[in-house]
């Protein structure tokens, strides 16, 4: 038997009335959550997408740094919330032995590669080790025995009157190769690039 | 159903009368000198009464005896109420939390500072925050011992699995608890465990960066980083658990406890007839009689 038609039907309709207003009504309803959800969402995920400020500090006349051992500076990477935002850099001249630049500095972060503690320059020995899963690294930086997994982090620098200025920092591949900045814990270099991209919140590579 | 008395109720509230009475409810004067009596006597039945005018206009009373009041099976012991402790505990956090608010600051410079004014200065602040503090690891403890007995009492079967499920997400939403938490104080501690936390979170492949950045609120520990783990830590976490604790508790009351496993279930001569008589139904199916028949024959043929 034929479905009895709704009241107002006329012949040919392919929607009925009803259909329309639960339709219609269902698109406003959910316009007015989109309005009030969608700003809440961006507003909450919007730093993933902001790039702050580079910014470079001066750390000491280039005198005052050798080639060979490391001096420990501390730098800001974010202003404003004290102490939290202040770091500790270890800084040297470039090494000619090293084959590096040696009117360039080099500044190493502290940041452990493998969950982010701090590193201590353990000047007898010439290596970094890291206090929290023992990871340790040599010289320049590269890994020599523990968990991490690659090097650790460097800082821009560059001189400027005679002062040598610590800018962003960024990460490096297993053969010192710069990349941009990787969280720890994170491999770089090869496919890893790929699984691990790199972050809009982070300055590009040098 | 006891009632609240006319007398308190202001006229305008007063239930109208109905047809065929002559409207003493709305407030026509009785007979003067037993009118002092009746208030008294009315006030006297006062609490009662509230709790009738209450119910008569809610219908609280079934669904709350019918909540409280439930059966439970034979063999339900103290292990099943390892899930009221560790909802007690999260009461306990949440109120301790509450208070704890009024003289916290989320903000990076001063968090640690309030931290310490809380704990030496503020009277009985040691006490509020030692509870706030110790409790969180009670309420871990318990959920997971709740969690072991609903596993090894094989109370997440069917129709229960939809509640193990909300219980998985409580335990979860437990943990953020704890380590949105420990970032608060803002010592060392504090500090180093959440820069170790965000980067375990870095390290998932592809989302993981951008989770780090997420909770972060950027590519460091940001100046928003600890109000972001704030609002999370007492808003938005806390919300999400109050509603998950209903729909908890709403599933345990809809579908019951279950027994222990090593109570068997009663077998009475009842049942094991039942299953007689379905077994000659079984055989005599062939025949394509009529079910009532198909019934006695069976009966007659077994007994």
Redesign the interface.
Known sequence: MEKAKPAGYFEGETMTRRGVFTLGGQAVGGAAIAVVALPLVAF??A??L?T?EEVWEKVGRTSEFTPDVYSPVITT??S???E??KTTVYVRQGSEDLGEDTNGYIAVSTRCAH????VRFVRAAGIFSCP?HGGAYDFEGKVIGGPPVRPLDRFQTRVVDGQVEVGPRYSVTGDLEPVR??????FTGGIWEY???P?P??PPAP | MPKFPDTLIPPPLRKPAKPGQNGHRNGASTNGDDDKSVVVEKLKEAPVDLVGWVDERTGATPFLTGMLLRKVPKGTNWFYTLGSATMFAFVVQALTGVFLAMYYTPSPVEAYASITNITNDVFMGEFVRGLHKWGSSVMITLIFLHMGRVFFFGAYKYPRELNWVIGVVLIVLTLVMGLTGYLLPFDQRSYWATIVAMNINGTGPIVGPYLADFLRAGAEFESTTLSRFYALHMLLVPGAIIALIGAHLYLVVKLGTTAPPWVRAETKPKSLRTEKVKAGVGARSGNGDGSSNGKHSGNGSDS
């Open positions: 909450s995920v730093p993933i902001d702050p990477i974010r404003g919330i004290g939290a935002g969950l982010g503690c701090p929290c900045a990787r969280d720890p814990g994170e699984l691990y991209p972050r919140s982070t």
